[in-house]
């Protein structure tokens, strides 16, 4: 990854201090508790670059250069790092319209993005270009629960990935939301949407018992919550079983804080969303212990602390 | 502690982790959303990546397909930039769904901008309507219709095509569809933006209206229609004719 470190150094000093807190956080921790850092996005929408500088309310911020930089820094004070990303990758500037998305892969793939899952926008230039696209990609499309058979996308997208990183094996999977009155059918085409919980669990209960993941995570396009009925990543995370986090988009959301929710074995699941268009890049350092009991059904508790400080 | 006690004490430890292999348990989260700005120093490798993009990108917005004699500005309870709205709607949607189209509706608040008397350009479509809003069609009743243009009377008047009505009591009146009074029982095909279709901008009354959707961006349509008119040697304009006026 071709990235200029030392012109960032020397011109970021505030923003390396305040990127080093829980850097340090994390030296304390012995080797019996090794730590998991997740640097996650959602909802970019081929913001690549930052907002104008017109006095709006966004001016100057995202934009994947400066994010690029964030990244490269974290990840050489951070030792086990993933970058993960929660859809709606396309869609929302002139570059999509021009370029259908080509820019938008690049640049993650030049920012090292281990994993994405795919939006109901990503189906925007049709289901045929992004698999076009997809060539441009150095990391897997992750969604377990759109059936790809007799399309375009058929054998490109994938149920899961594991990483192992240090100690941690990490099992990492994706669910797409509902296409129907959302996504036209002729973009979509004959991508058959399956349900998320059921293919969620499944997906999972592999992870974890055949190819004993300590953490699982998944990708979520679902939406954070609604008024209604409508599966969202709150339902999600109240029927699963072996999910610990759920990196959540769709909504446009900015948590103020990480949510948790009691899974069906009273485990705790952590949901995070980071709103829209690459305004925040969202971090989450997970620090683990190692639990001798071979017992799976055994429920565990996430204690969340506070927020880390500039 | 001396050396073979620790050395005992480091054997039994990795025995016992060799007999029952420990997992690693998730146990707390330090977390913080960082924000992305522009006081980081952009990384150069990608912002050279985009630049290579961005050239076109902007070549293309800036690309001039029409022009303007006269300015194009919105108002209620008509406008003469609605109306230019109104009338790409009803001809854009005709021609791609290839269907007759009785009428189309738009929302004032979805016109983000203004047409000066000048070139037009890509990029000042993107302006006026920088929503990835959809052109979908309607089959819709006309009592329905009635009830939607009762929301459109009570917030001032929304632009028309094919309809002339007057407001009343923040009520609609005087309905008329291509001239012939509104028929409650018959079905009119509504040229419609999809976010209006779905119950935006309280049109709640549409929500159930069955859409025909083609992928078709709204923005899209009005960029080719303003491309027809120029291929007419047309500049972008409209009529005011009394679409929507307010009772005495």
């Known amino acids: ?310 | 502690m001396n050396s073979h006690l620790r050395f005992f004490l480091i054997v039994s430890l990795v025995a016992i982790q060799a007999c029952t292999p420990p997992r690693l348990v998730p146990a707390s989260l330090n977390y913080k959303n960082y924000p992305v700005t522009g006081n980081l120093e952009p990384d150069s490798s990608v912002l050279r990546m985009i630049s290579f993009y961005s050239d076109s990108v902007n070549k293309k917005m800036d690309q001039v397909i029409g022009f303007a004699v006269n300015s194009l500005n919105k108002r209620q309870p008509e406008g003469v930039l609605g109306n230019f709205f109104t009338d790409a709607m009803m001809e854009m949607a005709a021609r791609r769904f290839n269907r007759k189209v009785d009428v189309a509706v738009m929302n004032p608040g979805g016109i983000r901008s203004y047409i000066s008397p000048g070139d037009i350009t890509v990029g000042k479509i993107y302006q006026l309507m920088p929503f990835d809003n959809l052109l979908v069609l309607q089959e819709i009743k006309g009592s329905v219709l009635k009830a939607f243009l009762d929301h459109t009377a009570s917030s001032g008047g929304w632009p028309v095509k094919g309809i002339t009505m007057q407001i009343k009591n923040r009520k609609a009146v005087n309905i008329f569809i291509e001239g012939k009074p509104l028929d409650e029982n018959a079905v009119y095909t509504m040229a419609n933006s999809d976010y209006l279709a779905n119950g935006g901008d309280y049109s709640e009354m549409l929500r159930p209206v069955p859409q025909l959707n083609l992928g078709y961006l709204f923005r899209d349509a009005l960029i080719e229609y303003v491309q027809q008119l120029t291929k007419e040697g047309k500049p972008v304009s409209a009529n005011l004719e009394n679409r929507v006026s307010n009772a005495n």
Request: glycine share 8%; net charge neutral.
């Open chain 1, 1 to 310: 990854m071709p990235i200029d470190r030392r012109a960032f150094i020397r011109n970021s000093g505030l923003a390396t201090a305040a990127l080093m807190a829980p850097a340090m956080l994390q030296a304390k921790a012995t080797e019996s508790s090794p730590t998991l850092t997740i640097l996650h996005t959602n909802d970019v929408h081929s913001r690549l670059e930052p907002f104008p500088n017109d006095g709006s309310r966004n001016a100057g911020l995202g934009g994947v250069a400066a994010r690029a930089s964030m990244i490269a820094q974290i990840r050489k004070e951070a030792s086990n790092v993933l970058l993960l990303d929660a859809g709606d990758m396309f869609q929302g500037t002139p570059y999509f319209n021009v370029y259908k998305g080509e820019p938008e892969i690049k640049a993650m793939s030049m920012m090292g993005y281990d994993a994405a899952t795919m939006g109901n926008h990503d189906f925007d230039a049709g289901i045929d270009n992004f698999a076009q696209q997809l060539t441009h990609a150095s990391f897997p499309i992750l969604v377990c629960n759109y059936d790809f058979t007799g399309t375009p996308m058929e054998g490109k997208a994938h149920p899961y990935k594991i990483f192992q990183k240090g100690d941690i094996k990490v099992g990492v999977l994706g669910v797409g939301i509902e296409l129907k009155g959302l996504v036209p059918e002729n973009l979509s085409g004959k991508t058959s949407y399956q349900d998320p919980v059921i293919k969620a669990n499944e997906v999972a209960d592999e992870l974890r018992k055949k190819h004993k993941c300590d953490m699982i995570i998944c990708l979520s396009h679902l939406g954070d919550r609604y008024n209604d009925d409508r599966i969202s990543d709150e339902l999600l995370a109240k029927e699963t079983y072996e999910i610990d986090l759920i990196i959540g988009a769709h909504t446009h959301r900015f948590f103020e804080e990480p949510r948790k929710y009691k899974n069906r074995k009273k485990s705790d699941v952590i949901v995070n969303q980071v709103g829209w268009a690459g305004i925040q890049l969202g971090r989450l350092d997970f620090v683990f212990n190692r639990s001798g009991k071979k017992d799976l059904a055994q429920s565990h508790t996430v204690v969340i602390g506070k927020k880390t400080s500039d």
